[in-house]
Structures are given as C-alpha cells and as structure tokens.
C-alpha cells in the first residue's frame, strides 16, 4: 500500500478519472469498512480469505453487467447525437 494515502482514497481517486468497475480485496473485517468503501466508488468488496471460484464467478457477472450498461449507454448516445445530426440538417 502507498504509504501516503490508504485504499479508500485509491478507490476515489481511481473512480474520479476513469470509468471501470473497482474491486477491492481487503482483510478488514468490519461492515462498516465495506460499507466505506461502497460509499467512495468501488462496486464490490471482497474479504480475505475468499473463494476464488466465487469470487470469480461474481466478477465475471460483474464485468458483464458493466459491459451491458456501457453498451446500453454507447446506444443512447449515439441516437442521441443522431438525432441531433437530423435537427441540424433541418
């Protein structure tokens, strides 16, 4: 870990620039740690020791719902910018 900022300000600095779906492993044990760390940008939040098959599994079902909601979102923005294309042409 850097030694001048902990997990939590990773997240939020890592959430603040770019658009990807954030994990964080930790050995924290306390809800309230999980809790925090939803709370500043991560989309899921894994314990140690943990499954990898689980936990494989869940950010598999993560990343494609991440991938259907880009797409989803990529699809209005493009009828979007098509209809402003035709307002334009008008």
């Known amino acids: 870990m850097l030694p001048e900022m902990d997990g939590f300000e990773v997240c939020r600095q890592i959430r603040d620039k770019v658009r990807v779906p954030i994990v964080m492993v930790t050995a924290r044990l306390d809800d309230i740690d999980k809790i925090r760390g939803l709370g500043v940008g991560a989309d899921d939040s894994y314990r140690k020791p943990f499954s990898i098959c689980i936990d494989c599994k869940r950010s598999n079902a ?14 209005k923005l493009m009828r979007f910018n098509l209809v402003r294309f035709a307002l334009i042409l008008r």
Request: hydrophobic residues 45%.
């Open 62 to 75: 993560m990343l494609a719902q991440y991938k259907r909601l880009t797409e989803r979102d990529a699809m």
